[in-house]
């Protein structure tokens, strides 16, 4: 990709092993041959560390990889035009943005602003939550419409949207 007029935003929905990721590479390496991976992820426990380290094995190193738990719309303001990232995951960033007390609304509008306004292209990855089971506690509900609810606005946003399941993407817009 070398021109800002080609620039793309997509969102890549799907639930948890449902290969939205994989897609959301595949997408990114149409685009660019040196994407910009921008992990959400923390690594608070020893399973989820193993996960972090298979996820960048995996990637290989056509992959710069930023590590953004927190400060996601700072790191893509701060993205030249042309340049492909890969947000995985929206999932990961809100809960973050949750467990740190920061005001749910407010950073998920700035977010929104943000991924319109971005001069890179940006593939973005988040679970869909809504479609299981009604979460057990006050904290879990609030999550999950939380998540529903950002989704739905970056959906508005973002130029595509896919959601994927088994591994199969369907274009929803």
């Known amino acids: 990709m070398s021109s800002s007029a080609s620039r793309t935003t997509q969102l890549v929905l799907g639930g948890a092993r449902s290969g939205k990721s994989r897609f959301a590479m595949q997408q990114a390496l149409t685009l660019s041959d040196q994407p910009v991976y921008v992990a959400t992820a923390e690594a608070r426990d020893d399973e989820m560390k193993a996960r972090i380290t298979q996820h960048k094995n995996e990637r290989g ?4 990889t930023l590590e953004v738990p ?7 303001s701060a993205q030249p035009a042309g340049q492909v990232l890969l947000v995985d ?7 973050n943005v949750m467990l740190g007390e920061q005001d749910v609304a407010r950073a998920s509008k700035t977010l929104v602003n943000t991924v319109h306004s971005c001069p890179a292209s940006v593939i973005l990855v988040a679970n869909e939550v809504g479609m299981g089971l009604v979460p057990e506690t006050p904290l879990g509900r609030s999550f999950r419409d939380a998540q529903g609810r950002l989704n739905q606005q970056i959906a508005e946003v973002v130029d595509t949207v896919y959601f994927v399941a088994a591994g199969l993407p369907l274009k929803l817009k």
Not at 61 to 64: G, L
Not at 70 to 76: A, E, F, H, R, S
Not at 89 to 95: A, Y
């Open 61 to 64: 190193n056509q992959w710069r």
């Open 89 to 95: 995951c929206l999932t990961l960033w809100l809960s």
């Open 70 to 76: 927190l400060k996601l719309c700072d790191t893509l």
